[in-house]
């Protein structure tokens, strides 16, 4: 994904606006019958997609509210940087809007953020479901002291109908009911425990969001709570996860985080004398007494993406038997 630092820095400047530290809370959790607005605020879906995406929601209890861009196409976006933002806008400032459900991620956040004062998530705390480049509205609300949702989209509810494991977790999750997670070991988990706010997702979009306004790997952050950092991407080329790792090294994310959750990295054929992403891993994170947990469920793989709260405290145990996690979001 190309680098939107130029558009990420104009926004910073113009908002004059300072990062303060913050400890995320939750934005009201959902009953049947409130509604859900369903956007395209990065790439176009498919055709049927927001539709059957909202027709799961409708048979979840909740209405559907589809934007009025969600279908539709400006280069490669869902429509032009102002449409998504008006979209996005409306559905923030409507009081019956409860949460925002993105169609799909692709490509495109970055140009809408930089239209969005940083305080504007602030002052409509509301649930933002997605992955993937929707990683960078989620670091936006984490920013603003709001939790999101790092989980599968309208695509996934289309093809399973929401009735997939990970789906109605979802569905629970929304309502207030957080899961319980126990997943088998990997061979090169580190085992420990650690407790702490979880942020993070793909990693070549909240990298281009560095130094800005929408950042939440920010000094403040980091400082002002313990953090647990996933990762996952998709479709990089092994130099440049290189020097993905070596922007967490740099900016001291590595020595400051209690702990590390690595996901899903689909489709990044081995190079570079690696044999596979986790190698590379290893060798970056030696120097830090962390506990590092491989292969968890997260990422470009919808089989296997387990919705996660952005910013929520949770409580991680990594053993030679499993790893589990339990969420305790705070209003």
């Not at 509604?35 to 539709?51: E, H, Q």
């Not at 959750?261 to 891993?281: L, N, Q, W």
Request: hydrophobic share 40%.
């Amino acid at each position: 994904m190309a680098s939107n630092r130029h558009i990420l820095a104009l926004c910073a400047t113009f908002c004059a606006f300072t990062l303060s530290a913050v400890t995320p809370v939750a934005p009201a959790f959902l009953k049947p019958g409130d509604k859900i607005a369903v956007l395209s605020p990065s790439s176009t879906p498919g055709k049927n997609v927001p539709g059957d995406g909202a027709e799961v929601l409708r048979q979840w209890g909740f209405v559907p509210v589809l934007g009025e861009h969600v279908l539709s196409e400006y280069r490669s976006f869902a429509g032009t940087h102002l449409q998504r933002y008006d979209d996005l806008m409306k559905a923030l400032r409507d009081p019956e809007i409860k949460a925002i459900m993105c169609s799909r991620g692709g490509y495109g956040a970055a140009n809408v953020l930089a239209l969005m004062h940083p305080d504007t998530l602030k002052r409509y705390p509301k649930w933002i479901i997605g992955y993937s480049d929707i990683t960078g509205y989620l670091s936006a609300e984490v920013c603003a002291g709001n939790m999101g949702i790092h989980a599968n989209m309208c695509g996934r509810l289309a093809k399973t109908q929401g009735t997939d494991d990970a789906s109605l977790i979802l569905r629970d999750m929304l309502m207030g009911i957080m899961p319980h997670y126990n997943f088998p070991a990997h061979e090169l988990n580190r085992t420990g425990k650690a407790s702490g706010i979880l942020i993070g997702g793909n990693m070549s979009v909240y990298g281009d969001l560095a130094g800005s306004p929408f950042d939440f790997l920010n000094d403040d952050i980091l400082a002002e709570n313990d953090v647990i950092l996933f990762i996952e991407d998709v479709g990089e080329n092994f130099a440049k996860l290189d020097r993905m790792f070596q922007y967490l090294v740099l900016r001291g994310v590595l020595s400051k985080v209690k702990a590390l959750i690595v996901g899903r990295f689909a489709d990044c054929p081995p190079s570079r004398g690696y044999k596979d992403v986790f190698e590379m891993i290893q060798d970056y994170t030696k120097p830090y007494n962390i506990p590092i947990c491989y292969d968890f469920p997260t990422g470009h793989d919808e089989d296997h993406n387990y919705p996660l709260i952005e910013g929520c405290k949770v409580d991680l145990n990594i053993t030679d038997e499993g790893v589990t996690m339990d969420f305790f979001p705070e209003h």
